[in-house]
């Protein structure tokens, strides 16, 4: 069995503020895990994941996550945030091997301030 | 390169009608998805495949059927509509292992 638990479903920072979104997951396989984005009326897109290896991945538009097996977290961070961020924000957990269902989290809704 | 695509893009339906929903992905994909998307519920998985002519039952099966007949082809069916099955429906594919590709969603509304 695997969950996602994404704690504060609204988030606002100001314009150039840190960003953090967090993400803590269970899974009784090693996870794979995954950060997506989505903008209003549009489908989700993929900001960064981790399989297996280096457990700091960097994604697209500044975005990073850490994945911390002993908290077992994943949380989502920019240093410093822009307008263009506001959006959904759903972290997602699969098993690695043959299992390949995808248990999304209830999303969190970035907003930013100017 | 299309990734995924679905039709309709929005759909309006009196309640006990039928529709099907079509998903397409020209990736090669073998593993496809349906999810219902409602607010504050994220993202709900509905049934999944793992390769042509094989379907699975996802977290919120009932009231839907679906059928992966070509590889490329993902079809979500409502038998009879109910309002409780208004929401906005995305379809996935992906790689083993790998993430996801989302299609730009169906909105469904059904009265």
Known sequence: AQSVTQLGSHVSVSEGALVLLRCNYSSSVPPYLFWYVQYPNQGLQLLLKYTTGATLVKGINGFEAEFKKSETSFHLT???AHMSDAAEYFCAVSASGGYQK????TGTKLQVIP | NAGVTQTPK???????????LLCAQDMNH???????QDPGMGLRLIHYSVGEGTTAKGEVPDGYNVSRLKKQNFLLGL???APSQTSVYFCASRLTGGEQYFGP???LTVT
């Open chain 1, 78 to 80: 920019k240093p410093s």
């Open chain 1, 102 to 105: 995808v248990t999304f989290g």
């Open chain 2, 10 to 20: 929005f759909r309006v339906l009196k309640t006990g009608q039928s529709m099907t």
């Open chain 2, 30 to 36: 073998e593993y496809m998805y349906w999810y219902r």
């Open chain 2, 79 to 81: 038998e009879s509509a």
């Open chain 2, 105 to 107: 969603g169906t909105r």
